[in-house]
C-alpha cells in the first residue's frame, strides 16, 4: 500500500496520465490466460487474490504494483514476477507500454479506486475494481465514463455474485421456487479489532481514505444481496447510525441499521456493523416458504437452505472464479454482469443511506 | 364476542359500574384452583384457553361472558359451566357477586380491553388482559389505576415469557453466556387472509376496534422479545410502515420495519406484518456467539439454538403456564413478571413507532 507521500504525489501524475491517447489492449483476447497486475499488496491481494490467481483457468498473476521495495522483491521470489512487470505509484502509468498485462485489479483504500482506475483506463487496460466501488456516486461515474472513453472493460469485485449459493439463492428468488419474494433480513458485520490496528487496516477508520466505513466495506453486501435476489432497485431507505465507540469512529461509521422498498412490493431490513461479529446473512421470505445463506458472504465456508433442506453446494474459490469471469468477458467483449454500473447503483442506494443517517428521515433513492 | 350495538351499550354500563366500591376477592386465596371467566369466546378462547384450562393446576374455567346465547349453550354443554357463571355484556358487573369467579380473562378486541378491565376491576375481580393490553398508553395508565384502587392483580397474557425455550434464551442473555449482547433481529408476522374474514376477524382490521394491526397484534412479540433478552428499555425507535394493499389496510398498518437502541447499547432491528407468512424469529449476537428462536413465537412448536447446537426443551401449553402463574401469584400476594406495568411500557414503545410512522424520522420513547 502506498504511503501518504505518494498519495499526494500521484495527482499530479494522473493530471499527465489523462492527456495519454487511449488504446485498448488488442492481444488479449488472443492470449489462453490474460495478465493481472494487482494494485496494493495488502492483506485482500496477499491472502486471497495471489492465491486465487494460482488456480484460475483464464487469469494469471503477472504484474505487481506496490509502494514498498521490500514486498516488491517479495512478491517477485514469491510468484516469479519479473523487475520489468513490477511498478510503483509513481511510473505506474508505463504500465501502458506492457502487453504481458491485460488487467489491472485495483486494491487499495477506497478513496484511491477512481484515480487508479482512470489511469488503467488511461494506460489502455482493463480494469477490476474492488467493492466499494469509490467514495461517491459521482467519482462512480467518472470512473464507468473514463473507461468508456478508453475502450475498456471495468468490473467491480463483486465476488458473491459468482458464488454458488448465493447463486443458487438467486435462481430460486427469480424462478419464484417458494412464490413470489416478500421480504429481506439481510446483514454483514464484524468486529474491527482495537488499536494498534496496524497499517494495513487503519485507513479503513478515516473517512479521507475509506469515505465510510462499515457500510463501505461490508454493508454493502448485505444491499447486494436484497439486489440480486429482487433483481430490483430500491425505491427508498430508512437509515440510522447507533456509534456505542465515539472515539474509535469518530470519522466513520460504527454500526447502520437501515430498510429498503423495492418496486415489487419487497421490503427489506439490513444492518452491517464494525462493532461486534456474528452477522453475516441473507434470509429471503417468500409467499410459500423461506429460504437463504448464513453465513452468507464470507470467503469460504458458505451455507445455504431453502425451505426445510440445506442447498448442498461447494465451496470455491469466489475470487477466482470473479477474475475467470472478468477475463472471459475481455475475451469475447462482453459486458460484465458486476460491472461499472452495478457497482454505481450500489454508491447511490449507499448515498442514500447516509443521507438517511444525517438527516434522520427516509430518503429516495437516486438512480442511475 | 359482543356485536356493534353491545360495544356502544356498555358505555353507559361503564360509567355506572364505577361507582360501584371496590372489594377483592377474599376467598381466592384459599382455593386450589382459581375460577378463571373468560370474556369473550372468539377463536383465542375456543382453540387455546379452555383447552389450556383442562391441563392447568391451579386454575380452571368456571364462568363464561359472551354476548351469543347460542354459544352461551354450547360452551355450557361442552365445559359444565352453569347458567349462574354465565354472563353479557349487559349483566356482566353482576360477576362481582358471583364468589366462584375470581378471575376475569378479558379476550375481547383491543378497543374494549381498558372497559372491560376497568369493570371487572370494579367488581373486585382479578384481571388478566390479553395483548395488546389496550389501545393507548393513557388507556394502559387507567386500567393499572383502576385494578391499583380495587386492590386486584392485572397481568398481560404475554406467554411467550412462560415458554421454556425463550425462557431458557432470557437466561443465557441475562447470564452473558456468550458476553454480552450486542444485536437483536426480530420479527413476527403473518398473512391476513382475504376476505371473506369472517366477523370473528374482521375487527382486526379497523382502526376502531383494532387500534392497529401487524404491530399490536403480533409485532409486539417482536418488541417484547427485544425487552426481555436485553432486559432493558429502549431508548427510540426509527420505523416505516409499507403498504401493499392500500384496500384492505386502509384504516391499519399492513408491514412496520422498526429498529431500537437501549442504554446497554444493543440495537435491534424489527419486522411485523398482515401481508406475508413465515417471519417469525428472534436472533441475539453476542460478543461470542449467537442464540435464538424459530419458530419463535408460536402456540407450539417452538425450536431454539444457542451457539451450534439446539436447546432443547420440551414445547408446552403456554397459555396453561401463564394462567397457572397469575394463580400463584394471586395467591401469594405477588407481583406477576407480565403486569400491566410491563404492558404499558410495550404500549409506549409501540406508540412511538406509530409517531415514527407518521413523523418519517426517528422517535424518542416514553418511559412509564
Given at each position: 500500500?502506498?504511503?501518504?507521500?505518494?498519495?499526494?504525489?500521484?495527482?499530479?501524475?494522473?493530471?499527465?496520465?489523462?492527456?495519454?491517447?487511449?488504446?485498448?489492449?488488442?492481444?488479449?483476447?488472443?492470449?489462453?490466460?490474460?495478465?493481472?497486475?494487482?494494485?496494493?499488496?495488502?492483506?485482500?491481494?496477499?491472502?486471497?487474490?495471489?492465491?486465487?490467481?494460482?488456480?484460475?483457468?483464464?487469469?494469471?498473476?503477472?504484474?505487481?504494483?506496490?509502494?514498498?521495495?521490500?514486498?516488491?522483491?517479495?512478491?517477485?521470489?514469491?510468484?516469479g514476477i519479473s523487475k520489468d512487470n513490477t511498478y510503483n505509484y509513481r511510473n505506474f502509468d508505463q504500465i501502458a507500454d506492457n502487453p504481458d498485462i491485460d488487467v489491472?485489479?485495483?486494491?487499495?483504500?477506497?478513496?484511491?479506486?477512481?484515480?487508479?482506475?482512470?489511469?488503467?483506463?488511461?494506460?489502455?487496460?482493463?480494469?477490476?475494481?474492488?467493492?466499494p466501488m469509490a467514495i461517491t456516486s459521482q467519482e462512480a461515474r467518472t470512473m464507468i465514463e473514463a473507461c468508456d472513453n478508453a475502450k475498456v472493460k471495468l468490473a467491480i469485485g463483486y465476488r458473491c455474485q459468482f458464488e454458488p449459493h448465493n447463486l443458487e439463492c438467486m435462481r430460486i428468488a427469480r424462478e419464484e421456487e417458494f412464490g413470489p419474494l416478500k421480504y429481506i433480513d439481510a446483514g454483514f458485520g464484524f468486529r474491527f479489532g482495537d488499536y494498534p490496528w496496524g497499517d494495513l487496516?487503519?485507513?479503513?477508520?478515516?473517512?479521507?481514505?475509506?469515505?465510510?466505513?462499515?457500510?463501505?466495506?461490508?454493508?454493502?453486501?448485505?444491499?447486494?444481496?436484497?439486489?440480486?435476489?429482487?433483481?430490483?432497485?430500491?425505491?427508498?431507505?430508512?437509515?440510522?447510525?447507533?456509534?456505542?465507540?465515539?472515539?474509535?469512529?469518530?470519522e466513520v461509521d460504527e454500526t447502520i441499521l437501515w430498510s429498503m422498498d423495492f418496486p415489487n412490493g419487497v421490503v427489506a431490513n439490513c444492518s452491517t456493523t464494525y462493532g461486534f461479529s456474528g452477522v453475516n446473512v441473507a434470509t429471503a421470505y417468500a409467499e410459500r416458504g423461506k429460504f437463504g445463506l448464513s453465513p452468507a458472504f464470507s470467503y469460504g465456508g458458505i451455507k445455504a437452505f431453502a425451505g426445510d433442506r440445506p442447498i448442498e453446494l461447494p465451496n470455491v474459490d469466489q475470487f477466482a472464479l470473479e477474475m475467470d469471469d472478468f477475463s472471459k468477458v475481455i475475451k469475447t467483449d462482453g459486458k460484465s454482469k458486476v460491472?461499472?454500473?452495478?457497482?454505481?447503483?450500489?454508491?447511490?442506494?449507499?448515498?442514500?443511506?447516509?443521507?438517511?443517517?444525517?438527516?434522520?428521515?427516509?430518503?429516495?433513492?437516486a438512480h442511475a
Open positions: 500500500m502506498p504511503n501518504r507521500r505518494e498519495f499526494m504525489a500521484t495527482s499530479a501524475v494522473l493530471a499527465a496520465a489523462s492527456q495519454l491517447a487511449p488504446h485498448a489492449c488488442a492481444g488479449a483476447a488472443k492470449k489462453k490466460k490474460l495478465g493481472y497486475a494487482l494494485v496494493g499488496l495488502g492483506r485482500l491481494s496477499t491472502n486471497q487474490l495471489a492465491p486465487a490467481l494460482q488456480k484460475t483457468s483464464d487469469s494469471e498473476l503477472v504484474g505487481i504494483v506496490t509502494g514498498s521495495p521490500d514486498k516488491a522483491e517479495q512478491w517477485q521470489a514469491k510468484y489491472i485489479y485495483v486494491v487499495l483504500p477506497n478513496s484511491m479506486h477512481q484515480e487508479f482506475t482512470i489511469r488503467a483506463a488511461n494506460a489502455g487496460k482493463h480494469v477490476l475494481c474492488e467493492k487496516r487503519r485507513w479503513r477508520l478515516e473517512q479521507e481514505y475509506a469515505g465510510g466505513a462499515a457500510l463501505m466495506d461490508v454493508g454493502v453486501y448485505a444491499l447486494q444481496a436484497c439486489r440480486y435476489l429482487t433483481g430490483q432497485e430500491p425505491l427508498s431507505v430508512m437509515a440510522r447510525e447507533i456509534k456505542n465507540d465515539p472515539v474509535k469512529f469518530a460491472s461499472g454500473e452495478e457497482g454505481l447503483r450500489d454508491m447511490l442506494v449507499m448515498e442514500a443511506i447516509y443521507k438517511s443517517v444525517r438527516d434522520g428521515s427516509q430518503v429516495d433513492v
